[in-house]
Structure formats: structure tokens, C-alpha cells
């Protein structure tokens, strides 16, 4: 007996790795000239984290740590990376789009947002531990808005605008700290460097002239950022399981430089007219970001098998919820001996999510078995405060969602193309005050090889 490769699983590999590639390519080429953030809120601090999701996870109303298994590379909880079938790496990739309208007294503005989600993959190796590793977004601004102050004879326009991202190149293990038959317990965490650079600009004018000053002020993050995550799943038999799991995000403190200019312009919207008056350096600072803890808990129970002609179904559905706190009056931030704190609130978030598959052994039963019994249907709800407070009220966000994971079924593949959409409102619940209305629609794809050419598996040939 010799032990060979297989041409065709190289052929496989190379041509997965394509196609990711192709597609993050495309992704990042027309997510780069769209806004990725709409907010006015994102003026604050490094930007928003939340507001453009995960396809898979959105359909679960954004419970996150909890969802993960064979067919799913979840970074949320890097525990979850051992999961991930043996010989089958998981390429993933995404994009994310948020519809607002926003609304203020009479006034209302539509805006639209798109991103670029993630890129990754994932492996499993040796006997329990997995890897992770990719790019994704960590913070996001843009936005734009206007104010007006009456002078003696004239009037004076502000306008407000922000731009700018940050991405987190992360790499995760998990490992097994013990697996028995009807229990079992996972560590792991993720380790990552965030890059990016946030504006804010005001620029000012005497209404009806294009002439004008801006204040601009930049700040730059290169850091490196961590958090760490378990599960505990036990099967109570057959058809009943649950799984417990937690993500711990510690206070840490990043490396961050902040440069403000002022300029003069005869165009005020058309930065190649611009005279720098003042400039400083890019000063060295820091940024402590809020600690969060998140626990979330997933209930699994399989219907009893069902004959359907020459088919036995098998069907499950799973219960999910999960619960974050942020520490946001923690946050500060420091420049040439300058802190701030921003007056940030702490707060709370509380997510649910339920998903129904009819089919779950549609790989065995990929002859038999129509098209949406494969699918998996996912709906959830959230509710969360966010750490911003106006005229003294807090602003909260609830939303509804609804998600479909399609497999592709070619040669008995774990790839699939998943939708999630979501619904929300935002506001401090005064109706005069700044309400945003939302939609948002995501799409995610995992490549995963098929089931007979699995990767790191030596042949036998005789």
C-alpha cells in the first residue's frame, strides 16, 4: 500500500481558495466607495461597533456566541472554532447593508450604509482543537448633518460629517478541555490587530457663500485586542441538549494618535481648495475600551424521526438567548494629558432566536430529501440600550429578524449562502427628538469542500 494525495482534492483546494478570493475581492471593491456607517452617533468615541450584522446571526436576532456546529465558522466565540468538521475548513465571507430613515420633528433623511463583513476561515486539527483566522470590521463612522446659528446680520452653517473605519485581523484556537459522550467543555480565544483611521470634520459658512472654514480632527488606532470564550454542551438523551456558553471582552487600552487642522476654502466642499492655517502633529494617546461580558444559552431538541415515504426525516429546532453587558463608563480616552470620558452610560443587551430545520441529515439525504427541507429558517428579536444619552433620556434599539441558511448542494458540501434581515427602531422615545427607522439585509457564503475530498486525509491506492 502507498499513500498518496489526490489530484482532484489539490484541484478542489486551489479552486475553493479561488473563488474566496474572487468573491472578497469583488465585496471589498464595491464596499469601499459606499458609506459603512450612517449614524450620527458614530461621531462619538472610535465610531459604532453594532449596526451592520452577520447574515446567520442576524436571522437569530443577533444572539451570537450561542450558534455554531459543523457547518458555521463563528468568531464571535472563538471557542466554538473546534466544531468545525474534521478535514472540512470553513472559507466565509460576507456583506452587510443597513437602510435609515431618519426622522426629527418634521425633517426626515434617508441613508444607506454598506460593509464588507468578514473574511475567514476555519479549521479543526489534531483531535480537539480548532483554528480561526480572517479580517472584519470593529468600528465604523460616517455620518453627516446640519445646524444653523443666527448672527446680528447673517447666519452661520455647521456642517458635521464623519468618515472612516477600523478592521481587527484576528487568529483564534479552541481546544477541548475535556469530551465525553454526553458532555463536553471548549476554551479558546482571539487574538487581533486593529487598524484604521476616523474622521471628524466640521466645516462652516455664511449662508449663500461657498467660502468658509473647516475644523478637522483625525485619529489613527493601531493596536492589538483580545477576548476569550467557552461553551459547556450536555445531551440530557437522544433528542434534548443544551449548551451554555460565555465571551469575555477585558478593558484594554489601545494605541491611538490624534491630529487636528484647520483650514480656510473658497469651496468649502472641495477639499482640493483647501489652505491649511494650523496643523498639529499626530499626538500620541490612548483609548480604553469598555470591558463586556456576554452569556448565552442554546436549547436543542430533535422531533421524533418521521417516515415520509422512502425518507426518514429528521427535524430539529433550537432555542437561543443571550445577555451583554458593557461597562461603557469605563471608556476613556487620553491625549496630551486631555481625558475624556464622554459621559458614556453602561448597558444592557438581551437577544432571542429560533430555528427550525426540517431536514437535518439532508447530506444522507441529498437524493431524496426537496429544496426547503434543507433550508434552515431562523427568526429572532433584540433589545438593547445604547451607551449614548439625549436631552437625559437613553437610546434603545429593538428589532425584529428573519434568516434562511440555503445549502448548496454540490457533491455533498457543507457551503451554503445564508440571508438574514432585520427591522428595527432607534430613539430615546420622544417623538420630536432623533428616531431612526431601519432595515437591514445581509448575505454571508461558506466554501467548505465536499464530504469524499476532505482536506489533510491521505489516500489509499492499490
Do not use: C
Not at 421524533?304 to 430539529?316: M, Y
Not at 438593547?384 to 448548496?408: E, H, K, Q, R
Amino acid at each position: 500500500m502507498k499513500y498518496t494525495s489526490s489530484m482532484q482534492n489539490k484541484f478542489l483546494r486551489f479552486s475553493i481558495l479561488s473563488i474566496s478570493l474572487g468573491v472578497f475581492i469583488s465585496l471589498k471593491s464595491f464596499s469601499i466607495s459606499q458609506n459603512t456607517s450612517t449614524s450620527p452617533y458614530s461621531s462619538y468615541g472610535f465610531g459604532e461597533r453594532d449596526g451592520l450584522d452577520h447574515a446567520i446571526f442576524a436571522g437569530l436576532g443577533n444572539t451570537t456566541i450561542t450558534y455554531f456546529d459543523s457547518t458555521t465558522l463563528n468568531f464571535f466565540n472563538p471557542a466554538s472554532y473546534n466544531t468545525i468538521a474534521k478535514g472540512q475548513p470553513i472559507f466565509s465571507t460576507g456583506i452587510s447593508s443597513r437602510l435609515s430613515l431618519y426622522k426629527e420633528g418634521n425633517n426626515t433623511n434617508f441613508s444607506k450604509a454598506i460593509l464588507l463583513n468578514h473574511f475567514s476561515m476555519g479549521l479543526s486539527f489534531a483531535k480537539h482543537f480548532g483554528l480561526a483566522f480572517g479580517l472584519k470590521p470593529f468600528s465604523r463612522r460616517g455620518y453627516e448633518f446640519f445646524t444653523k446659528e443666527l448672527l446680528v446680520t447673517d447666519s452661520v452653517q455647521h456642517t458635521y460629517l464623519g468618515s472612516g473605519s477600523t478592521n481587527e485581523a484576528f487568529l483564534g484556537v479552541s481546544s477541548n478541555l475535556f469530551k465525553f459522550k454526553n458532555s463536553q467543555l471548549a476554551i479558546g480565544g482571539n487574538v487581533g490587530y486593529v487598524f484604521g483611521t476616523l474622521i471628524n470634520e466640521r466645516r462652516s459658512n455664511l449662508i449663500g457663500s461657498t467660502a468658509g472654514g473647516i475644523d478637522q480632527k483625525t485619529l489613527k488606532i493601531n493596536a492589538f485586542h483580545y477576548e476569550l470564550g467557552m461553551y459547556y454542551k450536555q445531551a440530557l438523551n437522544k433528542r434534548n441538549s443544551f449548551t451554555i456558553s460565555a465571551v469575555v471582552e477585558p478593558s484594554q487600552v489601545f494605541n491611538s494618535y490624534q491630529q487636528i487642522n484647520l483650514f480656510s476654502s473658497k469651496f468649502i466642499d472641495n477639499s482640493l481648495y483647501y489652505n491649511k492655517l494650523d496643523s498639529t502633529d499626530f499626538v500620541k494617546g490612548s483609548i480604553k475600551i469598555a470591558p463586556s461580558s456576554t452569556i448565552g444559552i442554546n436549547y436543542a431538541f430533535k422531533f421524533k424521526d418521521i417516515k415520509k415515504e422512502t425518507q426518514i426525516r429528521n427535524s430539529e429546532i433550537s432555542f437561543h438567548s443571550s445577555f451583554n453587558k458593557t461597562n461603557w463608563s469605563s471608556y476613556r480616552s487620553n491625549f496630551a494629558n486631555v481625558e475624556s470620558n464622554l459621559n458614556y452610560k453602561n448597558t444592557d443587551k438581551l437577544t432571542f432566536g429560533i430555528q427550525y430545520i426540517p431536514e437535518v441529515s439532508f447530506l444522507g439525504q441529498a437524493g431524496i430529501s426537496n429544496f426547503f427541507e434543507t433550508i434552515r429558517y431562523r427568526a429572532g428579536y433584540y433589545q438593547y440600550s445604547l451607551p449614548i444619552v439625549v436631552n437625559g433620556l437613553t437610546l434603545t434599539d429593538i428589532g425584529a429578524s428573519l434568516g434562511f441558511g440555503i445549502p448548496i448542494r454540490i457533491q455533498k458540501s457543507l457551503s451554503s449562502v445564508n440571508l438574514g434581515f432585520t427591522y428595527g427602531k432607534r430613539s430615546n422615545g420622544v417623538k420630536t427628538d432623533l428616531n431612526e427607522q431601519y432595515y437591514g439585509i445581509n448575505l454571508s457564503v461558506v466554501f467548505a469542500p465536499a464530504n469524499f475530498e476532505r482536506w489533510f486525509v491521505k489516500r489509499k491506492l492499490d
